[in-house]
């Protein structure tokens, strides 16, 4: 895989740097077809959400997106001490046959649904020296994301709104001071909203863009699906790419102003 199309986390390649959820879709079938369409290889699961085999007589998530095929991603979704999300990520250890990649949301506000710092830090410890590679939803606050990266979380995943706001990118600076001083995988998770959302992700410089609301709650979600995984790529060229410096009352014609008719 070349750097364009290679995000690694926890030592792994993956052709994908869209990663999406799979709650709120009507169906299972309208999950797979999405989730599908985006491409993605990377599927996080709220555990306490979504029956992944801890009721035998419901239908099973993993039959639609089936482990064979996608990195699944247990979160703690619905989790708003560290205790809970602990104890929820043990149980999606033993679901998941010794699975070790691992989403930490430890909520504050069961309105704005923000993440509690201070819990999630006290999450993060344990389950890494639990032996778990931890991705943890945080607020976009550089001290405390390079805190997290200190106790030995494999990816930080601060949120560009709040979740399921549709928002977008609230706050690029703080964005980007993350990013230019992570040493892991920065991913912006929560608040996209549309493709342009995911694209300006990309071209700050994030690794990845998870999502879920702006899939699930589109009109037509298989088709915003593939938008989304067009908007990362495009994102991802452009930051490589490197953008035109912006200037201010300087134009600077595009077409040659020598050799032309009549001069």
């Known amino acids: 895989m070349d750097q364009l199309?290679?995000?690694?986390i926890a030592g792994k390649s993956y052709g994908s740097r869209l990663l999406v959820g799979t709650g709120k879709y009507k169906d299972f079938a309208e999950t797979k077809d999405?989730?599908?369409?985006?491409g993605a290889e990377i599927v996080t699961v709220a555990i306490r959400r979504m029956n992944i085999g801890q009721?035998?007589?419901?239908?099973?998530?993993?039959?639609?997106?089936?482990?064979?095929k996608y990195t699944i991603l247990p979160n703690t979704?619905?989790?708003?001490?560290?205790?809970?999300?602990?104890?929820?990520?043990?149980?999606?250890?033993?679901?998941?046959?010794?699975?070790?990649?691992v989403k930490l949301e430890v909520l504050g506000d069961p309105t704005n649904l923000f993440p509690n710092m201070p819990e999630t830090l006290k999450a993060a410890e344990t389950l890494v020296k639990e032996g778990f590679q931890v991705m943890v939803y945080c607020a976009d606050d550089p001290i405390q994301c390079k805190m997290l990266?200190?106790?030995?979380?494999?990816?930080v995943m601060p949120l560009a709104s709040l979740?399921?706001?549709?928002?977008g990118i609230v706050n690029p600076?703080?964005?980007?001071l993350i990013i230019d001083n992570a040493k892991v995988p920065v991913l912006v998770d929560a608040g996209v909203g549309t493709a342009s959302d995911a694209a300006i992700a990309m071209e700050l410089g994030c690794d990845g863009v998870l999502m879920n609301t702006a899939i699930a709650h589109a009109k037509n979600p298989v088709l915003m699906a593939s938008a989304m995984k067009k908007a990362v790529e495009a994102g991802r060229e452009a930051f490589l790419a490197?953008?035109?410096p912006r200037k201010l009352y300087s134009a600077d014609p595009s077409s040659p102003t020598t050799g032309l008719i009549g001069s």
């Not at 009721?55 to 064979?68: G, V, Y």
């Not at 619905?78 to 070790?100: F, I, K, S």
């Not at 979740?163 to 928002?167: K, T, W």
């Open 55 to 68: 009721d035998p007589s419901q239908p099973n998530l993993l039959d639609a997106i089936p482990p064979s």
């Open 34 to 38: 999405a989730i599908g369409a985006s």
């Open 242 to 244: 490197g953008r035109m």
């Open 77 to 101: 979704a619905g989790c708003y001490t560290a205790d809970d999300a602990v104890r929820t990520l043990r149980l999606a250890r033993e679901l998941l046959d010794g699975h070790a990649l």
């Open 173 to 176: 600076w703080n964005l980007r």
């Open 163 to 167: 979740i399921g706001s549709g928002m």
């Open 5 to 8: 199309n290679s995000l690694v």
């Open 149 to 155: 990266e200190e106790i030995g979380c494999v990816a």
